[in-house]
């Protein structure tokens, strides 16, 4: 179908709450044994590891898999899309961007979908994921054990993007409790690609005169960032302020001083989402599997917190 069909069938979907039935799908009697991964940012270091973990398992299946890049546009999602149906897939793996609900909801009334890292809301597609209000909660609780008077919490604007809004929201919600009133706490949307602002921003951060004060970051680049910063600025961590990073990076470790981090098991994110297609692919789950699949996240201590 159109691109304009699938949405306007989406969207009634979305009215009324219908779900796909298994056994219309069932009649696409062909399999090519082939599945489309498509990932918001390919180069994002989310991305490789998520994608380490689907090939895996995909190749233990006897799976090829097509892997995209959206390159954080939707509309570049929504082509790649109807090529990989026109290439006849058998099913796909989404990191979406945020910007195609409905389009993907439609998709999932013809192929079987699993969304990765990313919720789409009110749907009922199959979906891996971290549990990234547990990760914010482990990284305030261990700076709050350090005696730490003030948090900043930079991550990037949340859009549609269901773990950043996850996490922004956790962070108010702990920041508003009575407990932690006397702790200053504040969220910060920065932009990746514009380190000044997160220079100007460390640089205010370092002039606070609370004794101890701490950065979390929301992901792996903003903590790049503001390494850079520090560099810049010839501050030291965790001599000026302390430091908490969402992804366990492979240049994490290799710091001077290597990088506090919330891990999250970003290959079996990809491994259970490949497994989970596949399952449905082959039917044999009979319907017993959760379609929410949230997995835990780790504090790792090293020396910047």
């Known amino acids: 179908m159109s691109a304009d069909t699938r949405k306007k069938l989406a969207d009634i979907i979305e009215r009324m709450g219908y779900q796909p039935s298994n056994i219309a799908r069932s009649l696409r009697s062909t399999h090519s044994k082939t599945i489309a991964v498509i990932m918001a940012d390919i180069f994002n270091p989310y991305s490789m590891d998520v994608l380490?973990?689907?090939?895996?398992?995909?190749?233990?299946?006897?799976?090829?898999?097509?892997?995209?890049?959206?390159?954080?546009?939707?509309?570049?999602?929504?082509?790649?899309?109807?090529?990989?149906?026109?290439?006849?897939?058998?099913?796909?793996?989404?990191?979406?961007?945020?910007?195609?609900?409905?389009?993907?909801?439609?998709?999932?009334?013809?192929?079987?979908?699993?969304?990765?890292?990313?919720?789409?809301?009110?749907?009922?597609?199959?979906?891996?994921?971290?549990?990234?209000?547990?990760?914010?909660?482990?990284?305030?609780?261990?700076?709050?054990?350090?005696?730490?008077?003030?948090?900043?919490?930079?991550?990037?604007?949340?859009?549609n993007i269901s773990p950043r809004k996850e996490r922004i929201n956790e962070f108010n919600n702990i920041a508003r409790q009575e407990d932690f009133t006397p702790l200053k706490m504040?969220?910060?949307?920065?932009?990746?690609?514009?380190?000044?602002?997160?220079?100007?921003?460390?640089?205010?951060?370092?002039?606070?005169?609370?004794?101890?004060?701490?950065?979390?970051?929301?992901?792996?680049?903003?903590?790049?960032?503001?390494?850079?910063?520090?560099?810049?600025?010839?501050?030291s961590v965790p001599e000026d302020f302390f430091m908490v990073g969402f992804d366990d990076t492979d240049w994490a470790e290799i710091l001077r001083k290597p990088l506090t981090v919330v891990a999250q098991p970003t290959y079996d994110v990809g491994y259970c989402a490949a497994r989970k297609l596949i399952s449905q692919l082959n039917k044999d789950n009979n319907g017993q599997e959760n379609n929410q699949t949230i997995l835990p996240l780790e504090l790792i201590r090293r020396e910047t917190a």
Do not use: W
């Open 52 to 159: 380490r973990g689907i090939e895996e398992c995909c190749s233990e299946k006897g799976y090829t898999i097509f892997i995209c890049d959206a390159k954080d546009s939707e509309e570049k999602e929504r082509n790649i899309i109807e090529e990989m149906t026109a290439k006849g897939v058998d099913g796909f793996i989404i990191n979406t961007t945020g910007g195609n609900d409905n389009y993907i909801k439609g998709i999932a009334l013809e192929y079987p979908v699993v969304l990765v890292g990313r919720k789409i809301t009110n749907s009922k597609i199959d979906t891996v994921s971290v549990d990234n209000a547990q990760g914010i909660r482990l990284a305030v609780e261990h700076l709050r054990a350090l005696e730490c008077g003030q948090i900043l919490f930079l991550s990037s604007a949340p859009g």
């Open 186 to 235: 504040q969220y910060l949307p920065v932009s990746v690609s514009d380190r000044q602002q997160i220079n100007n921003i460390i640089m205010e951060l370092t002039r606070s005169d609370v004794e101890k004060k701490a950065v979390i970051t929301g992901n792996g680049q903003i903590s790049l960032s503001v390494m850079h910063a520090v560099k810049k600025l010839q501050l």
